[in-house]
Protein backbone atom coordinates (compact mmCIF):
# COMPACT_ATOMS: atom_id res chain seq x y z
CA UNK A 1 0.00 0.00 0.00
CA UNK A 2 1.38 3.29 -0.99
CA UNK A 3 -0.14 6.50 0.77
CA UNK A 4 -0.16 9.83 -0.39
CA UNK A 5 -0.64 12.44 1.65
CA UNK A 6 -1.61 16.50 0.25
CA UNK A 7 -3.10 19.75 1.08
CA UNK A 8 -0.99 21.72 3.63
CA UNK A 9 -0.22 24.38 3.48
CA UNK A 10 -0.32 27.88 5.72
CA UNK A 11 -3.22 29.11 7.10
CA UNK A 12 -4.10 32.03 9.81
CA UNK A 13 -5.18 31.22 13.31
CA UNK A 14 -9.11 30.21 13.25
CA UNK A 15 -8.62 29.09 10.14
CA UNK A 16 -9.25 25.45 8.17
CA UNK A 17 -7.75 23.29 5.83
CA UNK A 18 -8.55 19.45 4.58
CA UNK A 19 -6.14 16.86 4.39
CA UNK A 20 -6.30 13.89 2.15
CA UNK A 21 -4.88 11.07 2.01
CA UNK A 22 -4.91 8.28 -1.09
CA UNK A 23 -4.00 4.99 -1.15
CA UNK A 24 -3.16 3.24 -3.73
CA UNK A 25 -2.05 -0.70 -4.41
CA UNK A 26 -5.03 -2.08 -2.97
CA UNK A 27 -7.81 -0.76 -1.00
CA UNK A 28 -7.82 0.40 2.49
CA UNK A 29 -11.68 -0.64 2.95
CA UNK A 30 -10.53 -3.05 5.84
CA UNK A 31 -8.29 -0.82 7.36
CA UNK A 32 -8.03 1.50 10.17
CA UNK A 33 -6.90 4.55 9.05
CA UNK A 34 -5.52 7.27 10.83
CA UNK A 35 -3.95 10.80 11.36
CA UNK A 36 -0.70 11.39 13.12
CA UNK A 37 1.46 14.68 13.39
CA UNK A 38 5.30 15.51 14.64
CA UNK A 39 5.51 19.17 15.88
CA UNK A 40 9.28 20.57 15.51
CA UNK A 41 11.52 18.90 18.63
CA UNK A 42 8.48 16.80 19.46
CA UNK A 43 7.71 13.27 18.93
CA UNK A 44 4.85 12.15 16.45
CA UNK A 45 1.35 12.18 18.24
CA UNK A 46 -1.88 10.77 17.26
CA UNK A 47 -4.38 12.45 16.07
CA UNK A 48 -7.20 10.66 14.96
CA UNK A 49 -8.27 7.59 13.44
CA UNK A 50 -11.19 5.56 11.95
CA UNK A 51 -12.13 1.80 12.10
CA UNK A 52 -12.36 -0.25 9.28
CA UNK A 53 -15.57 -0.17 7.21
CA UNK A 54 -16.57 3.36 8.36
CA UNK A 55 -16.66 2.38 12.12
CA UNK A 56 -16.05 4.62 14.95
CA UNK A 57 -13.41 7.38 15.31
CA UNK A 58 -11.46 8.28 17.92
CA UNK A 59 -9.64 11.62 18.31
CA UNK A 60 -6.89 13.22 20.47
CA UNK A 61 -8.62 15.42 23.17
CA UNK A 62 -6.67 18.33 21.86
CA UNK A 63 -8.43 18.42 18.10
CA UNK A 64 -11.73 16.60 19.66
CA UNK A 65 -14.33 19.21 18.66
CA UNK A 66 -12.20 20.77 16.00
CA UNK A 67 -11.03 18.05 13.62
CA UNK A 68 -13.09 15.39 11.78
CA UNK A 69 -11.73 12.23 9.99
CA UNK A 70 -13.44 10.45 7.18
CA UNK A 71 -12.78 8.11 4.56
CA UNK A 72 -14.44 7.67 0.71
CA UNK A 73 -13.58 3.64 0.10
CA UNK A 74 -14.80 4.31 -3.57
CA UNK A 75 -12.09 6.80 -3.80
CA UNK A 76 -9.42 4.89 -1.54
CA UNK A 77 -8.98 8.55 0.83
CA UNK A 78 -8.86 9.09 3.91
CA UNK A 79 -9.33 12.78 4.61
CA UNK A 80 -8.95 15.45 7.85
CA UNK A 81 -10.99 18.23 8.22
CA UNK A 82 -8.93 20.34 10.20
CA UNK A 83 -10.97 24.29 11.59
CA UNK A 84 -10.56 26.54 14.40
CA UNK A 85 -7.18 26.28 13.72
CA UNK A 86 -3.95 27.24 16.63
CA UNK A 87 -0.43 27.59 16.15
CA UNK A 88 0.19 25.09 18.45
CA UNK A 89 -1.40 22.72 15.45
CA UNK A 90 1.68 23.46 13.21
CA UNK A 91 3.23 19.84 12.39
CA UNK A 92 4.02 17.38 9.85
CA UNK A 93 0.62 15.91 9.29
CA UNK A 94 1.26 11.49 8.35
CA UNK A 95 -1.29 9.25 7.53
CA UNK A 96 -1.12 5.64 8.30
CA UNK A 97 -3.38 2.73 7.13
CA UNK A 98 -2.70 -0.70 9.10
CA UNK A 99 -4.14 -3.93 9.18
CA UNK A 100 -3.00 -7.05 11.26
CA UNK A 101 0.62 -6.53 11.88
CA UNK A 102 0.91 -4.37 8.91
CA UNK A 103 1.38 -0.72 8.81
CA UNK A 104 1.50 2.00 6.38
CA UNK A 105 2.66 5.45 6.21
CA UNK A 106 2.07 8.53 3.96
CA UNK A 107 4.96 10.95 3.14
CA UNK A 108 3.65 13.42 5.28
CA UNK A 109 2.18 17.12 4.99
CA UNK A 110 2.95 20.32 6.51
CA UNK A 111 0.84 22.89 8.28
CA UNK A 112 1.76 25.77 9.31
CA UNK A 113 -0.73 28.31 11.24
CA UNK A 114 0.34 31.53 12.46
CA UNK A 115 -1.12 33.92 14.92
Known amino acids: VQLQASGGGWVQAGGSLRLSCAAS????????VGWFRQAPGKEREFVAA????????IYADSVKGRFTISRDNAQNTVYLQMSSLTPEDTAVYYC?????????WGQGTQVTVSS
Open 25 to 32: GRTIRNYV
Open 96 to 104: NARVGWASY
Open 50 to 57: NSRNSGAT
